[in-house]
């Protein structure tokens, strides 16, 4: 299953709501999965099955879609929030991945 | 707390193997999986397999099947991944990370393996 982010980068503003899209290359249900990566850092789990947030995240941080279609909102971003976002498919071996999403301060 | 704490940074010649470890502390330990991604330099992330810590039942990705074992120490909390047959193309920081359900929740520091000749 191939996963394929859109933008592939943005620039936003502090305060800006900003939206990821995750279109997956066939159904997979609500087995999604957001993360977030600063430079040089792990990964940081934000959201899983799609839309359920992990403890500790920011309630600003929102996800929904089902199926093929899934969206990451930032809500008011805050400069902590500059990273790049990935979206990872569980519906299937290999978990694959999204090319990711980088996050600008404009 | 719930950590995973991985081995130092590698840097191997073109054939050798490498094997990095990933000590698991604050949780019961068979009650998860662990998965294992890596990351080339300026490359987003791969996914490359994960082990049932509770039965050793393994899925690799095809990409490094053949050249990958991932296995786990019950009694040190540990899990290890070995590469054997190390390419350049292997250069990246390899990331374990704990597995259940559907998301991987808590991530070791990352160890960098470097393949040069």
Known sequence: IQLTQSPSSLSASVGDRVTITCRASQGISSYLAWYQQKPGKAPKLLIYAASTLQSGVPSRFSGSGSGTDFTLTINSLQLEDFATYYCQQFNSYPHTFGQGTKVEIK | ?117
């Open chain 2, 1 to 117: 707390q719930v950590q995973l704490v991985q081995s130092g940074t590698e840097v191997k010649k073109p054939g050798a193997s490498v094997k990095v470890s990933c000590k698991a502390s604050g949780y019961a330990f068979t009650s998860y999986g662990i998965s294992w991604v890596r990351q080339a330099p300026g490359q987003g992330l791969e996914w490359m397999g994960w082990i049932n810590a509770y039965n050793g039942d393994t899925e690799y990705a095809q990409k490094v099947q053949g050249r990958v074992t991932m296995t786990t120490d019950t009694s040190t909390t540990t899990a290890y991944m070995e590469l054997r047959s190390l390419r350049s193309d292997d250069t990246a920081v390899y990331y374990c990370a704990r597995f259940r359900r559907g998301n991987m929740d808590v991530w070791g520091q990352g160890t960098t393996v470097t393949v040069s000749s």
